[in-house]
Nanobody, 124 residues
Framework: QVQLVESGGGSVQAGGSLRLSCAAS????????LAWFRQAPGQGREFVAG????????QYADSVKGRFTISRDAAQNMVYLQMNDLKVEDTATYYC?????????????????WGPGTQVTISS
């Protein structure tokens, strides 16, 4: 049973930074990929960034390229999302997700396991 728990959310002003963490447990993730998604009030869940566990290959949504960085600590089973130059439109609940195929998928339905989410609020 895969378990994911996000942390690190909070409220900051525009231009600020936050680092989200996702603690993964329940199995060996070497063949999986992990991703961050977000969902703003009244909107659908969208892909933010993903990383393959084995190689560390990354992929980003265009809206966060150059501002967000995804990374993993394989020894600690942790995935991080460093978010810099935050904008009001980054306000959302952020979720950590696992795709057992090992491919980074931007589709919600391809990611089988999800954490409960952490709230990020950016004020102007």
């Amino acid at each position: 049973q895969v378990q994911l728990v996000e942390s690190g959310g909070g409220s900051v002003q525009a231009g600020g930074s936050l680092r989200l963490s996702c603690a993964a447990s329940g199995r060996t993730f070497i063949t999986y990929s992990l991703a961050w998604f977000r969902q703003a009030p009244g909107q659908g869940r969208e892909f933010v960034a993903g990383i393959t566990w084995r190689s560390g290959r990354t992929q980003y949504a265009d809206s966060v390229k150059g501002r967000f960085t995804i990374s993993r600590d394989a020894a600690q089973n942790m995935v991080y999302l460093q978010m810099n130059d935050l904008k009001v439109e980054d306000t959302a609940t952020y979720y950590c997700a696992v795709d057992p195929s090992g491919l980074i998928s931007t589709r919600v339905d391809r990611n089988r396991y999800w954490g409960p989410g952490t709230q990020v609020t950016i004020s102007s």
